[in-house]
């Protein structure tokens, strides 16, 4: 099912969860309004985008369950997958050009991004028009390995872009061709499945090839094939590839753009790539996520809970599950569930959550029997298993998230709540009502 963009696009349309949307519509916001509306329930899939002759598509994976199907397991067992294919990559299958769906076109002379692509305008104040959804690969040149991520991309002129590279393993490479005085080759694979696009969010020791983490989530090597004008492998069966170089020494204007926080991130010189090459397969797809979307808000978040589940679990082993909730944003609220056995050790899992990640800005931690996914029972735990005075910690002046308006340039406060029930209280103080056999038969034995 989701071997590559297309049939997981077929598996949505079989199962009624694509909507095809033939009215043409404007790049300028009304993608990103229908497939807002859309968000969380279907695709969105529009054959007629102004006078562009390929479709643009959106919310391939807007749900937890989505991504679980995606890599064939349940909602509960997406973080040991996903943790046991960061921990043991497999190799990619290097194709040849003939076998590779995505240089059936190859366009090496007069690249204008915006006459080719159907690239849209998202927010209000976004500065124009934006890539959302292009895997970024480059290749460290010592080692050889490949990093990947996404990145924000403005459509600056015919074939330039201007990028936010946050100080990460792209960043990383970057710099490093940059004081060499060298520019850094870069491919921008939009439209490929859904696990490899999963992996891409990998949080990774740097060196490890998040196509590799692809792999072995899918439990097969994923089929690559060599770029035309850089050094670098990606994915066969992509639908469209964008190859250039990040330039050294050049910085240009990029933003407002609106973000994961729901909010704008700010204008500023950032680096500047060309492009020099597009291959893509034949009537190639267009993908954009929406910024601060589910599918944008869980492709973050999944990956987030499985590196928080493996720091928590170092320090409180009896931890039972992880959740970076939509409200807040999959990043700055970690709840965590635990089977308490040492008083004490709820605070310890606050801590151990805190330093996992400087965007984690509350932790709430429940005990073992709450649903951390249902965040009505989170909120119960709250109202009835916590005191301020004895079950609240706050940490000031630590390094947090720039992109949260509340921050001081990312500098702003920490805070946990212990929502675990003491133990030494009553065995009755704490017993969750119950209706004895409320689990058991179906209400339309009662009513008609
Ligand atoms: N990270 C950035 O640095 N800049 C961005 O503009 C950016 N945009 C993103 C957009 C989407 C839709 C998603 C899902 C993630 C985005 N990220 C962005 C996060 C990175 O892709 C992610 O942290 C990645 O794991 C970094 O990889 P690296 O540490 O290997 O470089």
């Given at each position: 099912k989701a071997r590559t963009f297309r049939t997981w696009l077929e598996h949505l349309q079989l199962t009624d969860r694509l909507a095809v949307i033939d009215r043409n519509v404007s790049l300028?916001?009304?993608?990103?309004?229908?497939?807002?509306?859309?968000?969380?329930?279907?695709?969105?899939?529009?054959?007629?985008?102004?006078?562009?002759?390929?479709?643009?598509?959106?919310?391939?994976?807007?749900?937890?369950?989505?991504?679980?199907?995606?890599?064939?397991?349940?909602?509960?067992?997406?973080?040991?997958?996903?943790?046991?294919?960061?921990?043991?990559?497999?190799?990619?299958?290097?194709?040849?050009k003939q076998q590779a769906p995505v240089k059936e076109n190859i366009i090496l002379e007069n690249i204008d991004l915006m006459k080719m692509l159907p690239i849209p305008v998202h927010h209000e104040e976004d500065?124009?028009?934006?890539?959302?959804?292009?895997?970024?690969?480059?290749?460290?040149?010592?080692?050889?390995?490949?990093?990947?991520?996404?990145?924000?991309?403005?459509?600056?002129?015919?074939?330039?872009?201007?990028?936010?590279?946050?100080?990460?393993?792209?960043?990383?490479?970057?710099?490093?061709?940059?004081?060499?005085?060298?520019?850094?080759?870069?491919?921008?694979?939009?439209g490929v499945d859904p696990?490899?696009?999963?992996?891409?969010?990998?949080?990774?020791?740097?060196?490890?090839?998040?196509?590799?983490?692809?792999?072995?989530?899918?439990?097969?090597?994923?089929?690559?094939?060599?770029?035309?004008?850089?050094?670098?492998?990606?994915?066969?069966?992509?639908?469209?590839?964008?190859?250039?170089?990040i330039l050294p020494h050049v910085r240009e204007p990029e933003g407002p753009f609106g973000e994961f926080p729901k909010y704008y991130g700010p204008?500023?010189?950032?680096?500047?790539?060309?492009?020099?090459?597009?291959?893509?397969?034949n009537n190639p797809i267009f993908y954009t996520i929406v910024p601060a979307g589910y599918e944008h808000l869980l492709l973050g978040g999944i990956p987030r809970e499985a590196s928080l589940f493996q720091s928590v679990r170092q320090t409180v082993p009896s931890v039972k599950a992880v959740h970076m909730s939509p409200g807040g944003t999959c990043r700055y609220h970690a709840i965590v569930s635990i089977k308490k056995?040492?008083?004490?050790?709820?605070?310890?899992?606050?801590?151990?959550?805190?330093?996992?990640?400087f965007d984690i800005k509350h932790v709430v931690v429940t005990d073992e029997e709450v649903d951390i996914f249902n965040m009505e029972e989170v909120e119960w735990a709250i109202a009835t298993r916590f005191q301020a005075d004895r079950d609240f910690v706050v940490i000031h002046e630590a390094q947090g998230s720039k992109l949260d308006p509340s921050t001081r340039d990312g500098v702003g406060s920490k805070m946990g709540f212990d929502c675990t029930?003491?133990?030494?209280?009553?065995?009755?103080?704490?017993?969750?009502?119950?209706?004895?056999?409320?689990?058991?038969?179906?209400?339309?034995?009662?009513?008609?």
């Open positions: 300028q916001y009304e993608i990103a309004k229908v497939a807002k509306k859309l968000d969380g329930k279907k695709a969105s899939y529009f054959t007629q985008v102004e006078d562009y002759t390929i479709p643009v598509v959106s919310g391939i994976c807007s749900t937890r369950e989505d991504f679980a199907e995606a890599l064939e397991t349940d909602q509960y067992g997406v973080i040991s997958k996903f943790t046991e294919a960061v921990a043991s990559p497999v190799p990619c299958r290097l194709l040849n500065s124009g028009n934006y890539i959302t959804a292009g895997l970024f690969i480059v290749r460290d040149p010592v080692t050889r390995k490949q990093n990947v991520s996404i990145h924000r991309l403005q459509i600056s002129g015919k074939n330039k872009i201007g990028a936010l590279i946050l100080p990460r393993h792209t960043f990383h490479l970057y710099k490093q061709a940059e004081e060499a005085g060298r520019p850094l080759e870069c491919a921008i694979v939009i696990v490899t696009l999963l992996a891409s969010q990998a949080s990774t020791p740097f060196g490890v090839d998040e196509l590799e983490i692809s792999s072995a989530l899918r439990g097969e090597p994923l089929e690559v094939v060599r770029c035309e004008t850089v050094d670098i492998d990606v994915p066969a069966y992509a639908e469209i590839v964008l190859e250039g170089k204008r500023s010189d950032k680096e500047v790539i060309e492009i020099t090459a597009v291959t893509h397969r056995r040492n008083d004490g050790e709820a605070k310890n899992a606050i801590f151990a959550a805190l330093a996992n990640s029930v003491p133990l030494n209280s009553e065995p009755m103080q704490y017993l969750r009502i119950q209706i004895p056999g409320y689990n058991e038969g179906n209400l339309e034995d009662y009513i008609n």
